[in-house]
């Protein structure tokens, strides 16, 4: 479960990290009318919609996956940036030009 440390805000404990992903959290749709019944039936209406900084897909074998949109491609989908190149933006430094030349 996070915890905003400015705000106080804690998150439902149902959501859960993805392993193949850097940024995405999921749960099942079960576990979320349990927790969350108005957020469930609107992610059951719409499979993909944006609530809040968060955007929520529903996928086939029931799963809600929720991304938050700073972590985006373009802050509309929900799915996340490649993770190689995402991970070569932020070990370059400006006066390098491939991921090679990086010293550790």
């Known amino acids: ?3 905003c440390l400015k705000c106080g805000f804690k998150d439902l404990p149902i959501w859960r990290h ?3 992903r850097l940024y995405t959290d999921y749960c099942h749709i079960n576990e979320l ?3 969350d019944p108005k957020l469930a ?3 059951k209406e719409q499979r993909n919609i944006k609530i809040g900084p968060y955007i929520y897909h529903l996928t086939k074998m029931g799963y809600v996956q929720r991304i938050h949109e700073s972590d985006t491609i373009d802050g ?3 799915r996340e940036p490649e993770q190689q190149k995402f991970l070569q ?3 370059l430094l400006p006066q390098q030009k491939r991921l090679s030349e990086v010293v550790l």
């Open 18 to 20: 993805m392993r193949q």
């Open 76 to 78: 509309k989908r929900w």
């Open 89 to 91: 933006r932020r070990i």
């Open 41 to 43: 039936a609107t992610v």
């Open 33 to 35: 009318e349990d927790w």
């Open 1 to 3: 479960m996070r915890e």
